[in-house]
């Protein structure tokens, strides 16, 4: 069974920064396709990020520059550095893994494995 599980959210002012954690178990994310996504009440879920098998990560264009997608392969976790927050980043954040290697970005509706989220809040 395939379990992944966020954590480190939490309300921070706008300007600061917050890691996030996916640790994961019943998976390898050393070559697996891993993404983090985020939604916010009354809109979509959004892509923010993700990292396909090869390492290559690509990101949304309302975090880029800011944010950071990273592994611990040994420890089976998967990183989500945020910095310079905003107002606007105001989520809950999820990350997702693919059964399956990827060598391009999936969207939303092609990962099979989800964790339960994590509250950012940011203040300005």
């Known amino acids: 069974q395939v379990l992944l599980m966020e954590s480190g959210g939490g309300s921070v002012q706008a300007g600061g920064s917050l890691r996030l954690s996916c640790a994961t178990s019943?998976?390898?994310?050393?070559?697996?396709?891993m993404g983090w996504f985020r939604q916010a009440p009354g809109k979509e879920r959004e892509a923010v990020g993700s990292i396909v098998s090869d390492g290559r990560e690509t990101y949304g264009d309302s975090v880029k520059g800011r944010f950071t997608i990273s592994k611990d392969n040994d420890k089976n976790i998967l990183y989500l550095q945020m910095n310079s927050l905003k107002p606007d980043d105001t989520a809950m954040y999820y990350c997702?893994?693919?059964?399956?290697?990827?060598?391009?970005?999936?969207?939303?509706?092609?990962?099979?494995?989800w964790g339960q989220g994590t509250q950012v809040t940011v203040s300005s």
């Open positions: 997702a893994g693919k059964r399956y290697w990827c060598d391009t970005s999936p969207g939303r509706y092609d990962y099979d494995y």
């Open positions: 019943g998976y390898t994310i050393s070559t697996a396709c």
